[in-house]
Each structure stands twice: as structure tokens, then as C-alpha cells.
């Protein structure tokens, strides 16, 4: 009231009169609030009927990983001076956020061995069609080639991106005069590893770009896009440090070569000094974004996914160089060791025999659902069933094995499965 | 307070990497199977730290950032209210977080009730008849929803290749019609503030897809006229757009939907309390009256008999706008804020963020110009054109409460008002923290009247002051040029940064 | 300098027999702030009058540059990559943008130094 008398009016609706009276509702057809007792009961109740498979027996991927995550990466996101603060439009209130997106910047390119990485995008998906965009804009040209499988849903949305800038998506592996960018996925969605300095350089000789939507684990141990020449990296960072969740929030990195990034989208973040010579870090670049060059933006994108690229900068800080690879080698041992398992149980074979994999690889299974059924009855999370997006891959799982699946959950499969 | 190393510049090789598990199974490692020409030459250069180590480096860095948990957050536009940490307690639930996005559908069938009922309630607050929860953030809200407008047009042979947005709009709004292939095409407002009709009927035209309008505005003023706007648009083919940023005013007075907007997008990080997280995950889920049901992203999720699944079978949809099903840890924390609140609570919410506004703008009307008459919605704009002769700017104002320790509003924005310094309460804050906001102003003001010098060189008690972006800028711009080797844009080992030619 | 023409987009023109100089005008680049990048053509490219050319950016800005007049690029100032402050401190003179071979006559609509002040004094309000 003291308020209402302050402002100089008798009532809130006197501060409403601007609403036609016709609109004004008396109230929303939603139920009263309830006590956090009574809300924590209701959501706990529905988190309840789900069904949680355990990380162990979790041999599904398809793009979404079980890895173990430190301790350490919830302790610093769950710090509120983080996950409350806003994008950090004033610097010199915002160094914690700002140097933590400059740190994540580093860590990505270093990683996939390009010279500049943004500060996030959202997903795995968005990453593909962004890059995209980017080879559409520097080349001038209108179609994207996708070669093999990149993971379905990322095309889908390659595809929706694509429409509204007047881009085609076309599949295969002969770039022409008029591809803008080769799309690759290293490894692929099956889990096989591609030629990728080939298709780089198919790319290039076509005087198209080469974007390669990579596994950020895989790249502890395989080539780095930037070591083959690839123009563009992107990938989905779920792996480092995030749980599934149902499928987000996640973070999409993108990163790129020198004279790719002003045509990079979203967020990037510089060194600066103040006038005391003292090191900080701001927003750089910003005449790219939507909110100075409006219709002339790289993207659109505003609020991007810090918060999750915080958590892959501290799995990645707290792993180093040496933890990275222990955990992408003992997922590949453990992968081969269980596809040498799988392919010799009766009926069982690789799908591709000769392709070789790292973690994730394709099996041609004698009635696939039943065997996924059989394994769920078990509380095992089998493989996944990819005829869903592919035909011509009628009875094929593909199996995931990364450092949670120990060897005694690798032997409760194979137990399962006889 | 002082500022922190990098990770990079802290890390020291003598640092054993962390204890994690072996193989133990038998099997090939990756240089006995792969060719070379895959593998990695040397290990990518990652800081190497303990766990100690990190923890205080993190520690360190939280403690230079400035966060609604910690005081008022005024920022224009941005809905900077308290995050409720119940929803972060629900997201993090394991029957939730654990969840694999392929499991079969009769696995999850919690999570697919939630989004259902988060759907349910959406619809019910802006006033539509189904909701995709696909979009991961407000501009991509608004993509989706444009490309629905561009689909439904394309539906009926009609081709409409112009999107009209207010001069006073966000800039997503532009940046998000021109990427879904639409010319842009300015509206401009009246001396009120409001968008002008006179100027809105010429630029109608049958090329317009769809007008975007965020009510109330970016000025923090109620559209009077918009359902005039609504009949004008419609009766040119047109389709009306709603811009979500602005929810917060009015949830449980008003409705979008009752307005004649067609296609409405939600911030679930503004409106419904999921944190910003420093800059996202957000959420922004696009609300659609009936002629553009079938345009929705795929999948949906359908009830029937209480029993949940994920409808793919939209031949006329969009498409697919994000991987898997949106952000899901998002909804949850909407979700849980929703049944928390409830009708009531929404309601309340709204009146209270209108009332804190209006409040904080009576209490700064003297002291800051006031470009429009109020009342004002859930947010106001001023200007510091007042001082602009003591050599004072909206920048200054901003720089010189932070060392109050307040955040800054939004300045410079909207575009429309030169040296705008733009306000948004929230219901979160207490008549105090209005007064203590309030009183800070005044001394501002006052002591750009007394010394408007000092004033450009606040803030003095953060770590860092005013940096120095224009050399930043152009220091990138020689790298990017090849003039230089240190690109600004990220860590480099020092000798990286050497010439590589010191001729 | 009575022979410099302007446009409504703060671009100015002086014209030496077929050579025209372009650059954009002390108001501009005060309006601006402090310029940090150009987005500039090669020579030999064909202009359109009105036609966008590049861009100009500050921190907090960015603008397209459309050229006055109508022609063919004969040099670009190189100086503006590793200075773009020379648009700053000289916009008139060290800071000037283009040199174009004129294709043409000169546009009837470019101002002449009493009507670009109108221009400015209209944006300034």
C-alpha cells in the first residue's frame, strides 16, 4: 500500500489502465501454489515413473553418453555466483564468468587443434547448421554435401536451418561447384571412423569448406580437424561433464580457422587491459552479433549454453591431457574387447567388418527388438536400434562402451545375452 | 579483490594426471588397430592441475562475478529474478538427470507427463493451443516460430517475404526473420512510444508474412491498440508474432493469445526462474494458436488414456529445430516453479513486478529523464540525456553502480531513446533494495553534477576497471588479418605468440 | 573544400576529372566512436551509386558503406587495415576510403555542404 500511495495511485489496477478491459483476465485456469513439501512430492513422484538404467549397464550412445564426471564439475556449477549471474554484458562485474568462457575458448581449440572457438552454441545439432551457415556465407554458395552418416537428427536440423536461408542439404561425396562445405562426422553416428583428411581435401580441391562434427573424447586419441585441415570443427560436448538429462542441457562447440572467424556466431571472448594495465576479459567482436548488426548478424543465437561449456572447462581442466586419454583408451579396449565378444556369439556379426571404430560400433543382431527387450528385462541399456533412421540397416544395434562400463558389467552382458 | 591466473598459466607438468580405471580386459589400444594418419600427433594442450587446485582456481573465479543470489540485478529486459534452488534440486533428481533420450518410450513416461503438463500450463498463461518445447533459447524460439509463419504461408500459395519489426525491438528479432529467409521491414514508434499505426498500415502490404511485436515494448509500455494492430495485420494475410521477453508483466492479467497473436515464445530463463546460468541453458518454447498446430517441430508429445508418447507423424511440420527433445533439465526447473507458484502465485508475481517498477520509476523520475509518460509495466526506460552537458553518459551511470554494488541496468537500449538506461525490478525485490537502488541514483546524479570527471573512472572497487576494448578490437583485427600471432581470443603458450618471422 | 558532396548516409565525395575519393564524414566517424575495423572490395570491382561496398565497425557499432557514385575501384587506402583510427583522427583527408574511376555523371542527389548540415542537425536531434 505504501507503495501504491507512493507512485500517487488508489490501486493496482490504476497502473494497469492501459490494458484494454476486454483482455483482462480474473485469473488463470492453473491449480493454487503449493509448499515446496507438497511440489518436491509431485515432481519426485513423476522423476519416479521413469526408469533410470545404471550408468554401468548403459551400453546405448547414438550421440549421448554415460561417462564418469567428477565431483568436481557439479561443485563449481552449482556455485550460485555462476549459475544466477546474467550473460556478462558488464565486464568488470562479470571477470569469473568472462574467464571462465576465455578458458573453455582455449581449451576447445586446443582439443580440435583450430585457432579460435566461440563460447558455446547449443547443442551438437545447432553446431552442424551454424558451421554450416558460416560455409554458405564465406563461399557464397547454396548447397551443404553430407557424407555418410552424421547423426540423423542433426541433418533434420541442418535441413529446417537450411530451408529458411535457401540452402540445400544433399547427401554423398563428390563436392561440386556449388557445395559450400563437406559435413562429416569423425566418428561417425555408427561409431565407424570416416577418411576424414580425404574428404578435407575432396572438399578443398571442390573450393568447398570442410566442417568436422567431432567427438570430443575420441579427440584425445584421433587426429585433431585442425592437424587434417578441416575448416571448421564443430561437435556436442555432452560427454565432457554433463549428464544425459533426457537429452539437454548439453553444449555445441564450434570452432574455426583464422579467416573463418568473423563469420563465427555467438559469443566470443577477448583479452582486454584497463587503464591500470591490469588483465581482464570481455565480449570481442560483438559488431558480428544480433543485438548491434540485427538483420546483418552471423546468427541469431543470444543466450547461448555457458553454463554447460563451464562444466566441460573444468572435466576438461580437472582431466589434463594424460586423464583425456586414459579415458578415450580404456573406452576403446573395453569397446573392441566387447565387439570381438558380441561378434562371436551365434547369429552375431560387425555390421562393418572392416571399418575400424573407437567406442561405438555396429553390430547385425538376429532379432534386434527382442534383444533389446531381453536385455531391458535385466536392467541392461542395450544397443540401439538404427534401422529406426536407416532402412537399408534393418537389424542393426549399435553398442557403446566408454570407462563406466566395467569389466564385470561387460560380462553381465554377454551372461545376458546367453 | 584481485584478479585470477589461467588455468593454462597455473598448470604445471609436475601434476599426475587423476586416478581413473584401467581397461582390464583384454584388447587393442588405438596405436596397435588405427593408421596414423588418425591418430594424434602430441596430446592437445590442456592445463594440468590437482584437484585442490581447480577447486580454489574456481573458487576464486566465482568470487569475481557479480549474481542475482547475491543483490539486485536491474538488467532491462532480462527478467533477473531469484532462481528458486528447489528447481535445481528437481532437475538434478536422478529419475530425471539419468535419463537416456533413446530409452523406449514406456520407460519414461515421468518425463514425458512433465513435458505434457509443462505444456498444459504454458498454454493456459498465453493463451494458445499447443506449445513446442524444442527451442533451447528465445532467438531460437523465435526462428521456429517464423519458419512455422513462412511454413503456413507456403501451405496456402501465398508468397510473403517481408517480416515487420518495431525500431525499438530486440535485435534477435531481425536476426531472426532474415535467417529464416524474410526481408526485414522497420516500424517505427510514435512520439508515445507505441508503435505508429499511421507508419504500421503503410508498410503492410500482402508481401507481409507476419508482424513481430514484444507488449509491452521494449519501452516497458502496454500496446493500448493492439487489438486495432491485430485487426490490421490480420486483415492484410498477415500473422501476428509475440515476442516472450516481456511475459513477466502480465501472466494472469492478460494473455497473448486473447491479444491475437498467433505465435508466441516463452523465456522460461526469464519468466519461469530457471537460472541464466552466466548466459544460458535457457529455454525458449514457442506457443501456437490452431492454423499453425500442424507446422509444429517434431516429435509432440500426445496423451491419450493417460498414456504418453512421441508423435512423429507431422507431415507438414518444420521439422526438427534441436537434437532429441529440447532442454529438458529446463522444463523441470520451469515445471517444479510452475506447481510451486501456481495460478495464484503467477498472478501475484506479475502485479508485484508492475508495482516495483512503477515504484522504483516514481522514486528516479526527477532525477533521470523520463522519455514516456507511465504508468509502465514491468519495466521502465530513462534517460541520462539529462547530464549529457556535465559529460556524463548512461555508461558512466551504469560503471559507477556497480561500484555501488548494484548491477547495471540495461543502457543504450532500446535504440529509440539516446543514452537509455533501462529497468527491470522483478517481483523479486523488497521496498528496501528499491530505496537503497533508488538512493544510489540520486548520489550519482548528484555527484555528476558535483564532479562529473570521477565519474569516468568508476568502478574503482572491482577487480578490473574499465578495459580498454577499442585496442582489444583492434589488436583481434591485426590477428585476424595476419598482422599479428596473438589472437586475444584465446591462451596461447607463450612462445606461440612470438613472430614467427622476426623480420 | 566547396566541391566535397555528401549523401544522406554520411558518405562524402570529391571528384578531380575522372577520380572520385570517397570516405565517410567527421560526423560520421563521431557518431561511430572509435573505428576497429573496415570491411573493404578489391580494386577493379564495379560500384552501383547507392550501392553497399563494406562496412565500418566500432565496440559498439557497425555500419554499411554505400558509395555516393557510380564506378570502378582504383584503389583501396591499405593504410585503414593495420589504421583504422586514421578514419577517426583525418576522415576528410589521410582517411579516406575508395578511389573509384567515375562511370557517368555525378547523382543529382548528393548534398552539398549546407545540405548535409541539415541532415546531421535533423539526426542530432
Known amino acids: ?418 | 579483490m584481485t584478479t585470477e591466473p589461467l588455468s593454462f598459466e597455473l598448470s604445471r607438468p609436475a601434476v599426475d594426471p587423476p586416478r581413473l580405471p584401467d581397461a582390464d580386459v583384454p584388447g587393442p589400444a588405438p596405436a596397435g588397430v588405427l593408421p596414423s594418419e588418425l591418430l594424434r600427433s602430441r596430446p592437445p594442450g590442456l592445463p594440468r592441475l590437482s584437484e585442490p587446485e581447480i577447486m580454489r582456481h574456481y573458487s576464486r573465479l566465482a568470487s569475481l562475478n557479480y549474481s542475482i543470489s547475491e543483490n539486485f540485478y536491474p538488467l532491462g529486459s532480462c527478467t533477473m529474478k531469484y532462481n528458486p534452488v528447489l528447481n535445481e534440486q528437481a532437475a538434478a533428481l536422478p529419475g530425471f538427470a539419468g535419463l537416456h533420450p533413446y530409452q523406449d518410450e514406456e520407460s519414461v513416461q515421468g518425463a514425458l507427463e512433465l513435458m505434457w503438463r509443462l505444456e498444459q500450463a504454458l498454454c493456459a498463461v498465453v493463451g494458445v493451443d499447443r506449445v513446442t518445447l524444442q527451442p533451447a533459447a528465445g532467438a531460437h524460439g523465435e526462428w521456429t516460430a517464423l519458419r512455422m509463419i513462412a511454413a503456413l504461408h507456403h501451405s496456402r500459395e501465398e508468397k510473403r517475404t517481408e517480416v515487420l519489426v518495431p525500431d525499438s525491438a530486440h535485435g534477435t528479432n531481425p536476426a531472426s526473420a532474415a535467417l529464416s529467409g524474410f526481408h526485414v521491414v522497420e516500424v517505427k514508434s510514435g512520439a508515445d512510444g507505441r508503435i505508429s499505426l499511421a507508419d504500421l498500415e503503410s508498410k503492410l502490404s500482402p508481401q507481409t508474412a507476419a508482424l513481430m511485436l514484444t507488449n509491452p515494448n521494449t519501452l516497458g509500455l502496454f500496446e493500448r491498440e493492439i487489438l486495432d494492430i491485430a485487426e490490421m495485420v490480420h486483415a492484410t494475410g498477415a500473422l501476428l508474432y509475440y515476442d516472450g521477453a516481456n511475459l513477466n508483466a502480465f501472466m494472469g492479467i492478460c494473455r497473448p493469445g486473447d491479444m491475437g497473436f498467433d505465435a508466441v515464445h516463452m523465456n522460461l530463463h526469464k519468466t519461469f526462474t530457471t537460472p541464466h546460468g552466466g548466459g544460458g541453458p535457457g529455454a525458449g518454447p514457442v506457443g501456437v494458436k490452431s492454423d499453425l498446430v500442424p507446422f509444429l517441430p517434431a516429435p509432440t508429445v500426445e496423451r491419450t488414456n493417460g498414456h504418453l508418447t512421441l508423435d512423429y507423424k507431422h507431415p507438414q511440420s518444420i521439422g526438427r529445430v534441436r537434437s532429441f527433445y529440447g532442454n529438458f533439465g529446463m522444463l523441470v526447473r520451469a515445471y517444479a516453479y510452475i506447481l510451486a507458484m501456481g495460478g495464484d502465485g503467477l498472478s501475484q508475481a506479475s502485479q508485484d513486478a508492475v508495482l516495483s517498477a512503477n515504484y522504483l520509476r516514481k522514486l528516479v523520475e526527477t532525477d533521470l529523464e523520463m522519455p514516456h509518460d507511465g504508468p509502465c509495466m514491468h519495466e521502465f526506460v530513462a534517460s541520462a540525456h539529462n547530464l549529457h552537458e556535465d559529460g556524463v553518459r548512461a555508461l558512466d551511470v551504469a560503471k559507477a553502480l556497480l561500484d555501488r554494488h548494484f548491477y547495471a541496468p540495461t543502457v543504450y537500449f532500446p535504440l529509440v531513446v539516446p543514452e537509455a538506461i533501462m529497468v527491470e525490478p522483478t517481483e523479486t525485490e523488497s521496498k528496501a533494495t528499491l530505496d537503497s537502488f533508488a538512493t544510489a541514483i540520486k548520489e550519482i546524479v548528484a555527484q555528476a553534477r558535483a564532479d562529473p570527471q570521477s565519474l569516468h573512472d568508476e568502478p574503482r572497487n572491482l577487480p578490473v576497471g574499465r578495459l580498454d576494448e577499442v585496442t582489444a578490437a583492434r589488436k583481434i583485427n591485426a590477428y585476424l588479418q595476419g598482422q599479428s600471432e596473438d589472437p586475444i581470443l584465446r591462451w596461447k603458450a607463450p612462445s606461440e605468440t612470438l613472430p614467427k618471422d622476426p623480420c | 573544400m566547396a566541391d566535397r558532396r555528401y549523401t544522406k548516409t554520411h558518405e562524402w565525395v570529391t571528384v578531380d576529372g575522372r577520380e572520385a575519393t570517397i570516405g565517410i564524414t567527421d560526423f560520421a566517424q563521431s557518431q561511430l566512436g572509435d573505428v576497429v575495423f573496415l570491411e573493404l572490395p578489391s580494386a577493379g570491382r564495379k560500384l552501383a551509386a547507392r550501392e553497399t561496398f563494406g562496412v565500418i565497425e566500432s565496440v559498439k557499432a557497425a555500419s554499411d558503406l554505400y558509395s555516393p557514385v557510380a564506378g570502378r575501384i582504383s584503389a583501396v587506402n591499405d593504410k585503414l587495415s593495420s589504421k583504422p583510427e586514421l578514419i577517426n583522427s583525418d576522415p576528410f583527408g589521410e582517411g579516406w576510403i575508395l578511389k573509384l574511376e567515375l562511370a557517368g555523371e555525378l547523382p543529382p542527389d548528393l548534398l552539398d555542404e549546407e545540405g548535409y548540415k541539415k541532415v546531421t542537425e535533423a539526426s542530432a536531434q
Request: charged share 20%.
Open chain 1, 1 to 418: 500500500m505504501a507503495m501504491l500511495e507512493a507512485i500517487g495511485v488508489e490501486s493496482m489496477n490504476d497502473l494497469l489502465v492501459d490494458i484494454p478491459q476486454s483482455l483482462r483476465l480474473e485469473s488463470l485456469q492453473l491449480p493454487n501454489g503449493l509448499s515446496e513439501l507438497e511440489t518436491m512430492a509431485q515432481v519426485s513422484a513423476l522423476a519416479g515413473r521413469n526408469r533410470v538404467y545404471a550408468d554401468r549397464l548403459t551400453f546405448r550412445g547414438g550421440g549421448m553418453y554415460r561417462r564418469f564426471i567428477p565431483a568436481a564439475v557439479a561443485a563449481v556449477t552449482s556455485k550460485p555466483e555462476f549459475y544466477t549471474a546474467y550473460t556478462p554484458y558488464q565486464a568488470e562485474a562479470s571477470q569469473g564468468t568472462l574467464q571462465a568462457i576465455f578458458e573453455y575458448q582455449t581449451l576447445i581449440a586446443e582439443l580440435t587443434g583450430m585457432d579460435v572457438s566461440n563460447a558455446s552454441l547449443y547443442d551438437g545439432a545447432t553446431a552442424v547448421a551454424e558451421a554450416a551457415m558460416m560455409a554458405h556465407v564465406q563461399t557464397g554458395r547454396s548447397e551443404v554435401l553430407v557424407s555418410g552418416y552424421l547423426h540423423p537428427e542433426y541433418v533434420q536440423v541442418l535441413r529446417a536451418f537450411g530451408e529458411g536461408r535457401g540452402i540445400k542439404v544433399r547427401r554423398g561425396d563428390q563436392p561440386g561447384k556449388k557445395t559450400a562445405a563437406v559435413i562429416f562426422q569423425q566418428p561417425d553416428f555408427l561409431g565407424l571412423l570416416v577418411d576424414a583428411p580425404a574428404l578435407t581435401r575432396a572438399a578443398h580441391d571442390a573450393g568447398a569448406l570442410a566442417i568436422a562434427c567431432a567427438d570430443p573424447i575420441s579427440l584425445a586419441i584421433l587426429a585433431a580437424p585442425g592437424d587434417y585441415g578441416a575448416d571448421i570443427a564443430v561437435g556436442e560436448g555432452q560427454q565432457l561433464g554433463l549428464s544425459p538429462s533426457f537429452g539437454g542441457p548439453h553444449v555445441g562447440f564450434i570452432a574455426c580457422k583464422r579467416d573463418l572467424v568473423r563469420k563465427l556466431p555467438g559469443r566470443l571472448v577477448g583479452t582486454a587491459h584497463d587503464a591500470h594495465g591490469r588483465r581482464g576479459f570481455v565480449l570481442a567482436l560483438a559488431a558480428r552479433e544480433q543485438h548491434i548488426r540485427r538483420e546483418k548478424a552471423t546468427s541469431n543465437i543470444c543466450t547461448n549454453h555457458s553454463l554447460c561449456a563451464l562444466a566441460a572447462a573444468v572435466y576438461l581442466t580437472y582431466m589434463g591431457p594424460y586423464g583425456l586419454r586414459q579415458v578415450a583408451e580404456v573406452s576403446f579396449t573395453r569397446a573392441h574387447n566387447l565387439a570381438a565378444r558380441l561378434a562371436s556369439l551365434p547369429g552375431w556379426e560387425l555390421a562393418f567388418p572392416d571399418r575400424q571404430f573407437v567406442n561405438e560400433f555396429p553390430v547385425r543382431v538376429p532379432k534386434a527388438p527382442a534383444v533389446v527387450r531381453k536385455l531391458a528385462r535385466k536392467g541392461i541399456l542395450g544397443g540401439l536400434d538404427v534401422s529406426r533412421w536407416f532402412r537399408e540397416l534393418k537389424g542393426v544395434l549399435t553398442f557403446t562402451c566408454t570407462e563406466v562400463n566395467d569389466a564385470r558389467a561387460l560380462d553381465e552382458l554377454l551372461a545376458a545375452l546367453g
